[in-house]
């Protein structure tokens, strides 16, 4: 029988018109759309392609746990693997909607794992949130022969020190609850006054502050703190 | 008088269609396009924009020379910058095309800095050539906790080494010419088996192979190695 196409789709970091004409086109015509939903709240990716989503499409949300232990998560997408894989069975394409880019830690690499041997698999990618802070700062990535490292707070306080220190400049992601530790290992590197964070960078409601303007405390899970080490522009 | 507006624009890494909905819109409206043309061969930028550049728009190629050396860079940013403000003087809103993304190793941050005190400046994000090349292999950039690390292959071959020491994953851009010494470097570091190149991602005549397959010599410029060093998806 004709089995369905999965696409994966990258629909950007937050502003809906930040999504590509690819990805905005194949939301508009696949006849179904599947998203993940963390066990607590809202999926992101979901609100995000909200206004191109056609009434008539067949959604498929699927509960992926937001948890650091192997167990629930890989029975979590199993499960959502099995269900993408019903539809594609009968012939439907799938369209897995992913917020920022579906290979810059996402979840939909575990899917593709798990389908890409026996379903035809194609990827859209997507505007990062790294990219979004640093249009909303209006200031750069990296240039030239920098190397610019993408440093989750969850890799821990020692590595973001390590990594730092050889870093021309740097993108640190997954915030949170880390704000307080990350800004001390910042400051203690001498980098404050060169870090910026972006909260919900193009969402309508995003923060943008210098490091040092902000209170201690948590910010939101989506933060991007960037580090620009580099001197003026030419 | 009333000034125009600057608009940065990623155009993405090569498809039109990897375009942001909200680039393409603001290329089919503002009265004047501007992009960079290097000073030999012609302007990526302009190419991956063109199908959406209406023909009553002004076009102002601005020639960047690609040297390493400072004062020629120097005289011709000032020389773009100056062409530019002629039309944000009139009034006239001016869209810079910006393959890739504008803040990603681009040449948009000089003219940025020349401009951004005198005039009102709007920055586009666009979709980077490491997630392209991510999603040409269908391989992930980055997982979890994973440190990334984007390093141009003009850092030299001893910063590539020791950054990939202690990198999870890596992309390495501006790969041209130095793509036997880069290959050399992975192989010493025993990642030759995860290390894979895409030349020209997503510009129709891409190439995508193990770095073990390629002959020796050079790749074009705008070739990514992308290596990942994590295990198995869960």
Sequence with gaps: ???????????????????????????????????PRPDSGDSLAR????????EEAIELELTIPMR???????AAYDAAAAAIAAHLDEGRHVGFLCAGDPLFYGSFMYLLDRLKDDYRTVIVPGVTSPSAAAASLAR????????????????GMERLESELASADAAAIIK???????????I?????????????????GDEIVSSLAKLPAGAQPYFSTILIYKGGEPW
Tied chains: 1, 2.
């Design 175 to 185: 915030v949170g609850r880390h704000f307080d530790a990350v800004r001390a290992v």
């Design 47 to 54: 609100r995000i392609a909200r206004p191109f989503v056609p």
């Design 187 to 203: 400051e203690r590197a001498g980098l404050a006054q060169k870090a910026f964070l972006v909260a919900s960078a193009s969402n």
């Design 1 to 35: 029988m004709w089995r369905g196409t999965l696409y994966g789709l990258g629909v950007g970091p937050g502003d809906p018109e930040l999504m590509t004409i690819k990805a905005w086109k194949l939301i508009c015509e696949l006849p179904v759309i599947a998203y």
């Design 68 to 74: 650091i232990e192997r167990e629930p998560a890989r």
């Design 140 to 155: 750069p990535l990296a240039a030239r022969a920098d190397v610019l490292k993408v440093i989750p707070a969850t890799a």
